[in-house]
Nanobody, 129 residues
Framework: QVQLVESGGGSVQAGGSLRLSCAAS????????VAWFRQGPGQKREEVAA???????????GSVKGRFTISQDNTRSLKNTVHLQMNNLKPEDTAMYYC???????????????????WGQGTQVTVSS
């Protein structure tokens, strides 16, 4: 059973940066699709970014492209950890951010939320103007 634990959320001013981390455990396969989604106040949950851990191919929602970077940790002890570096944050980035995993997936359909088998509890990001 896959477990995902997010960390790194907080409050920052517009233009600031935060780095979210998703620590995963329990994968059966070594290559998976790991993604970040977010849900702002009164909004539906939307995709943010995804990474295929078998080859590090990455995907981004248009609103975060150029500001956010998703990556997998190359440290041996943290090899199942995925990071989301968020720069130049805007008030509209305020949301609960969730990590999700689709085992053995190539991320070909990374925005389709029902494909994700496992979800974390979320970490709050608040950006003030």
């Amino acid at each position: 059973q896959v477990q995902l634990v997010e960390s790194g959320g907080g409050s920052v001013q517009a233009g600031g940066s935060l780095r979210l981390s998703c620590a995963a455990s329990g994968f059966t396969y070594s290559s998976n699709c790991v993604a970040w989604f977010r849900q702002g106040p009164g909004q539906k949950r939307e995709e943010v970014a995804a990474i295929y851990t078998g080859g590090s191919k990455t995907y981004y929602h248009g609103s975060v492209k150029g500001r956010f970077t998703i990556s997998q940790d190359n440290t041996r002890s943290l090899k199942n950890t995925v990071h989301l570096q968020m720069n130049n944050l805007k008030p509209e980035d305020t949301a609960m951010y969730y990590c999700a995993a689709d085992e053995a997936s190539l991320c070909n359909n990374w925005t389709w939320q029902p494909d994700y088998d496992s979800w974390g509890q979320g970490t709050q990001v608040t950006v003030s103007s």
